[in-house]
């Protein structure tokens, strides 16, 4: 049972964050992992996980935003279920990731930030992330995919559809 | 998972152990793990700091500092606890090493910082990681479990009474938090913008403590300094700067790949021999070295050119991350620097105005440059912005966008001349990059 008895947390990331903002020389040392940890559970940084993060740290509202925006995998809005990352940066862009990143605006329908109508998707074109050997790479939530091509999309895509069938996840299309 | 890569070349020491399972802590033991951490409690700081001095084993971060001269510097005495910090934000683009050492030998990072503890005497250690690198900190979540599970980590470690704890620690998207100061501030719940120097962290650090940071490739090879011995370890590399290295050699070549080598191998052999040369047998136009922020050479200047900080120093490039992104004859170097400078402009934290307003102005110049619209003014005037962004700022992120754009403008002049008066890039099919 989580010490903040008015969660929007789910009871083990709760339970989580107790032991986190313990664990540090100083308290607000939790502050990013929580936010990230947050939104991989809620979706995105809502005011209502703003206030419980910083009532759990102990700051203002206005302090967390302050350093939530400047991070740049922390968002302010839903992203669809599975955030496809396309890397452009320069060993990637030398192997071809601008083709990569128009097969998937292509094939979703999207553009860079865009969200399928479904929520299954959203689609980001973003800075390396350290995959340069195994270029072009990217990324779809914390999943990494590595030595792509334009061809590899349509596969790629139909995996994240089959775990969404297989999980249940209704569509509000 | 990302693919390993083997050459004849290669001398292994920091991947020893990779595709073996030694993620797997019984494992790491087996092949002989912990041991040097072990020989460390039992020799004490002093020793520790000689041998990491004897062993010429400089910052692979990209600055290429002496470790054991900068773990010297860290006070005796010290009112405040004293941190070592590892810092695995790993951003520059073209680096990818810390990836696969997070990956297949998450034990010699714990290992390395057991060893930086016991060498300034601080009983706490971090281990930063960036926020896209969530299954490798799962990795070392599970590593850091079982060091505490073995005994190995704790208020008494390997039976002694020296206590050492290590905490894992996200990152949450930022290439500034790779600055040291910019990491500290992250760690303690805040934007990541840099701080003053001085004071050094050494001195005034984590929590104002003294604390210690070095990259994860820097730690890692720790324990193998004090396994082989420092003059053993010393002798594989060149004149002061001993060891190898892990080259991510990425971009237009045959295969691409991390190869560990002798510090001082040669940069041409690393392209043509260790990589296979440049893809589909085109022709060589540039390469860049050592990450994203590292000016560019030609094929001229990479001839008897040994791959370490001193002569990679003096043939007026950087050695830094040991990124070599290797570029085609078929590349638009106009948009290169474009992409390069879009990416800095992105990164910048608007700390300093230089690098802020430096890093905009540089895009916009080049968009504009690139799109055909430029004028032969332009070519000077960002040089002129590059050059005043140089030394001007908190951190190096100011100079880490500027020097690689004087160095296209000033090694490709002509082909920047090339895009002017409404002509079309002669290369390219992507003339604007979309923001990201």
């Known amino acids: 049972m989580s010490n903040e008895t008015m969660t929007i947390f789910s009871p083990k990331l709760a339970a989580r964050f107790d032991a986190l903002v313990q664990k540090y020389p100083a308290r607000r040392s939790a502050l990013v992992p929580m936010l990230l940890y947050a939104q991989d559970e809620i979706g995105y940084l809502s005011d209502a996980v703003i206030a419980e993060v910083a009532a759990r740290i102990g700051i203002t509202e206005l302090d967390v935003r302050n350093v939530a925006t400047y991070y740049s995998m922390l968002r302010f809005k839903p992203a669809g279920k599975f955030n496809v990352q396309v890397c452009t940066n320069i060993s990637c862009m030398l192997r071809g990731a601008y083709d990569l990143f128009e097969r998937f605006q292509d094939e979703l329908g999207i553009g860079h930030k865009g969200v399928t109508t479904d929520g299954l998707f959203s689609l980001e074109e973003v800075e390396c992330i350290g995959a340069c050997c195994w270029a072009p790479a990217i990324q779809v939530n914390y999943d990494f995919h590595d030595e792509l091509n334009p061809d590899s999309v349509p596969g790629i895509l139909a995996e994240y559809r089959g775990k969404a069938k297989a999980e249940g996840t209704v569509s509000h299309a | 998972m990302p693919r390993l890569v083997s050459h004849p070349d290669e001398v292994k020491i920091v991947t020893r152990r990779f595709g073996q399972g030694a993620a797997n802590i019984d494992r790491y033991v087996e092949l002989g793990g912990y041991e040097a951490a072990k020989k460390c409690l039992a020799q004490g700081p002093e020793w520790i700091i000689n041998e ?106 390997f039976g002694s009474d020296t206590e050492f704890q290590v905490i894992t620690q996200t990152g949450a998207g930022a290439y500034e938090v790779g600055e040291e100061s910019a990491l500290m501030e992250s760690l303690e719940g805040k934007r990541g913008v840099p701080r003053i120097k001085p004071p050094f962290p050494a001195v005034v650090g984590l929590y104002g403590g003294p604390t210690v940071i ?139 105005i230089p690098c802020r307003e430096g890093t905009d102005w540089l895009k916009k110049s080049l968009t504009r440059f690139h799109a055909g619209f430029g004028t032969a003014k332009d070519i000077d005037n960002i040089q002129y912005l590059a050059e005043n962004m140089l030394g001007r700022t908190f951190c190096p992120l100011g100079d880490a966008a500027a020097m690689p754009t004087l160095g296209f403008v000033k090694k490709f002049r002509k082909e920047f001349e090339d895009h002017l008066n409404g002509k079309p890039c002669p290369f390219a099919k992507h003339v604007e990059v979309a923001v990201v």
Request: aromatic residues 8%; neutral net charge; contains cysteine.
């Open chain 2, 214 to 352: 070095n990259n994860a490739e820097t730690i890692a090879t720790v324990p193998h300094v004090i396994s082989m011995g420092a003059a053993a370890y010393a002798a594989v590399g060149s004149e002061r700067n001993g060891g190898t290295r892990l080259f991510g050699v990425s971009g237009h070549v045959e295969r691409p790949g991390v190869y560990e080598l002798p510090m001082g191998y040669n940069l041409k052999k690393i392209i043509y021999d260790v990589a296979g040369g440049v893809r589909g047998g085109r022709k060589l136009k540039a390469v860049v070295p050592g990450g994203s922020s590292t000016p560019v050479l030609l094929p001229e200047e990479i001839e008897n050119l040994g791959m370490d900080f001193d002569q990679v120093g003096k043939a007026g490039s950087m050695l830094g991350s040991g990124g070599v992104v290797v570029i085609d004859d078929q590349t638009c170097i106009v948009e290169f620097a474009l992409r390069t400078i879009s990416f800095y402009q992105h990164e910048s934290c608007g700390w300093c």
């Open chain 2, 52 to 157: 990491m001095k004897a062993s010429n084993l400089r910052g692979r971060g990209g600055a290429g500092f002496a470790t054991g001269l900068k773990w010297s510097f860290v006070p005796k005495q010290s009112a405040k606890p004293k941190y070592v910090l590892v810092n695995g934000d790993e951003s520059e683009p073209g680096t990818c090493k810390d990836h696969l050492i997070f990956l297949h030998d998450p034990h010699s990072i714990i290992e390395g910082t057991i060893i930086a503890g016991l060498a300034i005497g601080a009983k706490l250690g971090f281990i930063y990681l960036r926020g896209e690198y969530r299954y490798l900190l799962e990795i070392m979540e599970k590593a850091v479990a079982d060091a505490y599970a073995k005994g190995f980590l704790g208020k008494n470690i």
